[in-house]
């Protein structure tokens, strides 16, 4: 069973940043894609970012030139970086991994930005 657990969310006023964290329980190198969602209270569950293979990165149109997401190999972690943050940007954020065709969710983190 693969676990991945996040952290690094909290309040933050509009304008500040957060960088989230996913550590996996074991190696991630065979993993087609790895990424983040965020679910606001009340909607669906959206794509925020992703890694796709080894290198292609996809963003959001919400969230370009404002987030990054990023890996670290040695540490079988990926990040996401969040700037300028907005109070849209307020929901649960998940990461995510697809490893041998299954999808692999962590616990999900609280991110909300006040006014």
């Known amino acids: 069973q693969v676990q991945l657990v996040e952290s690094g969310g909290g309040l933050v006023q509009a304008g500040g940043s957060l960088r989230l964290s996913c550590e996996a329980s074991g190696s991630t190198a065979s993993a087609s894609a790895m990424g983040w969602y965020r679910q606001a209270p009340g909607k669906q569950r959206e794509v925020v970012a992703g890694i796709i293979g080894d290198s292609r990165v996809n963003y959001a149109d919400s969230v370009k030139g404002r987030f990054t997401i990023s890996r670290d190999g040695a540490k079988n972690t990926f990040y996401l970086q969040m700037n300028s943050l907005k109070p849209e940007d307020t929901a649960v954020y998940y990461c995510?991994?697809?490893?041998?065709?299954?999808?692999?969710w962590g616990q999900g983190t609280q991110v909300t930005v006040s006014s």
């Open positions: 995510n991994i697809l490893l041998v065709r299954t999808n692999y």
